[in-house]
């Protein structure tokens, strides 16, 4: 029928098998046995027969009984001896067919199931949905020997293949058979004739193995997709709560359960509470974790919570999930994940479990040496801060008390040095004043993140020049795509040169320019006095506490370059350059 889907009930009858051949048909025992008993049986036949016409009145009626019992016996013997051998000739020959329809059977089961185990390792092999589809499809058309088959699955994707035929498509004049795949989608395949009921059940198979293929391409890619959300997490986020907070969502939504938590260990080596999430809402805390934690900590493999356990961690949970997260040395945390089934969980998903753990701990390691290192630069900064109002604000406030002091005390005896000196106080003041809103300026927190890196440079070099009455131009080309520490770094140095500008240069006019290309290219020209590079280099300066030869540690740790020319009267000119991710 063609265009339309054949079933089993439509299909042809196949031909009726052979009888089964009597038993102890072997032709060389029936001739042994006519060998060995019929010439016995001649001879008593004969000699009775003789001695029975002996026996007759006559001479004539003895020549009657001779011809008539020769003239039948002879043919009759032949005539049943070679009846005898001919059927058990007939078995043997009735035998040998059923064995050759037998051989070819079985080499068409063999043909079908090498196609079979092919199919499947290419299934297994394929790396998408999209490979997958199409593997499929030319399986179906190698196994079944179908003309055409076309394979669709759930969400638009699909696939076709031909076969050994001149046609490009389908035809009406093709027999269609249509099988749903597990999970969604159908094979469809054509024939040039009704398909027969082993193809029927053959396709049926084919068509399970297929969803079972494509199931696991589209599990694979969850897995790779929930990977990547864990590493980008690790990339992008310093936070330590938000951190926990999108790598346990990732891990979760992966199972399909509802509740997280993760236990870190302190400088202590104690397992605390840093972050929760289930029916109830989030939680945060230091509260000690529970006995499962610690069995998890101490097995350091994953685990599967007992009931009581589970309903420790999570009150509505019956099934819980504990994956460790360790270093090369110690212990970071343990992360668990419950849910109120209690078969929630699968051996076949620990292994990505353990490994987005893994992913875990470098970014508890990344963070915490990211907040260790804010600790350092905030104590570096304070220490700066109080060098600097020690050696320049602390000792010019004091020198202006004392010509204060002076003034009070000249006052009446010298008027006219008196008025100097308070003109004197009162310049220092104001530079000071002007001194200390640089450094208040400089200390201003910038959001590079809210609004990235050319508007944040776009918005500083404007302010800076109304605070310091000073022309800014700013110049940019190309694209720019750094990292957030790459980009935190180009800042430092625009921050850190122009504040240098304004401590020292006594310039009227500075230039910033920014370039993107291969490598981010970075300008920072002014028209003031210059200096000597070679006698400040390790200087550590007033704006972000970061010297000459820090700045250049710095960008070159990231693979850039790092240069300051400049020369007294000449100006200052500072390049660096950086790659782009």
Known sequence: MPDSAVTPTTQKKAPPRPAPPPRDVRLSNRIRLIRNVLPVI????????????????????????????????????????????????????????????????LSVSHSRLAGMQELMRDLAEAPDLGAVAEVAARGAVSVTGATHATLTVAGGLSA???????????????????????????????????????????????AAEIGNGLEAAHNRTLDLMTLYSVDQSIRAERNM?????????????????????AYLSDQDGVLRLEYAQDQRGEATGGSPAPAFAHRVAQAGTPLFADRTEAEEVFPAARSALGIPMRDE????????????????????????MALMAGQASLAVRNARAYLY??????????????????????????????????????????????EEEVKAAST???????????????LRPIDLERYGLLETVRRYVADFGEQNNMKTTL???????????????????????????????????????????????????????????????GRVSTAGGLGLLQMRERVEARGGTYRVHSMPGQGTVVEAELPQT
């Not at 003041?429 to 450094?439: D, G, T, W, Y």
Request: glycine share 6%; hydrophobic share 45%.
């Open 160 to 206: 076709s293949a031909r076969g050994e035929t001149l046609l490009a498509a389908p035809s009406a004049d093709l027999h269609a058979l249509c099988v749903d795949l597990t999970g969604g989608g159908k094979l469809t395949l054509h024939f040039e004739v009704p398909p027969s009921l082993e193809t029927v059940e053959l396709t049926q198979a084919l």
């Open 475 to 537: 110049e940019t080309t190309g694209e720019i795509h750094l990292s957030p520490g790459d980009e935190a770094v180009v800042f430092r140095i625009v921050q850190e040169s122009l504040n240098n500008v304004a401590k020292h240069s006594r310039a009227r006019e500075v230039t910033v320019c920014i370039h993107g290309g291969e490598r981010v290219k970075l300008r920072v020209e002014d028209d003031g006095q210059g200096f000597n590079p070679e006698l400040v280099t």
């Open 373 to 418: 290192s804010e600790e350092l630069a905030i104590s570096d900064e304070r220490a700066r801060i109080a060098r600097e109002i020690h050696d320049g604000v602390a000792q010019s406030l004091a020198f202006a008390a004392l010509k204060l002091d002076i003034v009070g005390r000249q006052l009446r005896r010298n008027p006219d040095r008196a």
């Open 428 to 442: 220092l003041l104001r530079e000071q004043i002007r001194e200390v809103r640089r450094s208040i300026f400089a």
């Open 241 to 261: 709560r938000r951190l926990l907070s999108r790598v346990t969502r990732n891990m979760a939504a992966r199972l399909g359960v509802d509740s997280r938590a």
């Open 42 to 105: 001649i001879v008593l036949v004969v000699i009775a027969v003789e001695f029975g016409i002996s026996q007759l009145p006559s001479r004539q009626a003895e020549l009657t009984a001779h011809l008539l019992f020769y003239g039948l016996l002879g043919p009759l013997v032949t005539f049943f001896s070679a009846e005898w051998i001919a059927e058990g000739t007939r078995a043997r020959e009735l035998a040998e067919l059923e064995l050759r329809e037998l051989y070819a059977q």
């Open 329 to 352: 040395n110690s212990l970071i945390g343990v992360l668990v994940l419950g849910d109120a089934n209690p078969d929630a969980f699968q051996e076949t998903r620990v292994p990505l």
